[in-house]
């Protein structure tokens, strides 16, 4: 049988405006926006509709994505448009566990606005990266970095393509052992911390916290920590706290969603990150983005 599931980008997916023609054409997007700014401490939607640059801050880029992926999300199911699965890249795990009902937007949102706070506070700024390995395999990374201390696989992305994460001078290191090691490229990544690795541990316990109000899953979605379904709520908690410092296994996740019939994949949000993955992993799926009302019409001669 078809299946469709609903994904959702990961930090750096972020851009300014987005969401705003849903906040300007749609009902209930304006109200999950409007309530996201009731119960934070800051305005999303100045974050979101404004040119600026804290956009690109952990802090801030986290509830403003969260909330701009709800905001669509609320329209498609507006519009009777669900999905039989969710999975979210990182960040956009939060987002996806709302979807699947395993909690409300407002605790999903005022989660990661804690979240983005005690990522960003983890390691002091400049003194971790991220990079994207492109053209090895994650066992050939693994044999060239495992004696290079303080760094680490961040993100299984698809084939030919993962993130490394670490102390700075580790990952610049690492860069340039794999570089002569068969590497095609080694990108170094705009981010503000060495995120999903050890160093982030202390981040995942002080949230722990602030993960509440889970309820139990209306549909299943697949876990970042495991590439995995989860279809209980006892095990939300813990793999969000175990997410911030472990690695994402996002190509697993898609795997793992592919092989039980989904061949429908939904991209929520700004950019088409996740499209891009889901080339390199199969070719055979539909893959449709939602970041605009007038991408829905997409979906709906799609029969969804």
Known sequence: MSKTAFIYPGQGAQECFMGKD????????????????????????????????????????????????LAITAELNRQGIYPDVTAGLSLGE???????????????IKTVRARGIYMQE?????????AAVLGMTGEQIENVIKDIEDVYIANYNCPGQLVITGMKDAVLKAGEALTANGAKR????????????????????????????????????????????VRSATLIKEYLVKQVSSSVRWEQSVRTMIADGVDTFVEIGPGKT??????????????????????IEALKEAKL
Do not use: W
């Open 22 to 69: 849903f906040y300007d054409n749609c009902d209930v997007s304006r109200q999950v926006y409007d309530m996201a700014d009731d119960i934070l401490d800051i305005s999303v939607k100045d974050i979101c509709f404004t040119e600026n640059e804290i956009i690109n801050e952990t802090a801030y880029t986290q509830p403003a994505l969260v909330t701009t992926c």
């Open 274 to 295: 996740l499209a891009g993955f889901m080339k390199r992993i199969d070719r055979n799926v539909a893959v449709y983005n939602v970041s605009k009302v007038s991408d």
């Open 94 to 108: 939060y987002a996806a566990i709302a979807a699947a009902g395993g909690m409300t937007y407002k605790a999903a």
């Open 122 to 130: 983890a390691v002091p700024s400049g003194k971790g990266s991220m």
């Open 186 to 229: 080694v990108v170094a990544l705009n981010v503000s911390g060495p995120f999903h690795s050890p160093f982030l541990e202390e981040a995942g316990k002080k949230l722990e916290p602030h993960i509440t109000d889970i309820q139990e899953l209306e549909v299943p979605y697949v876990a970042n920590v495991t590439g995995d379904y």
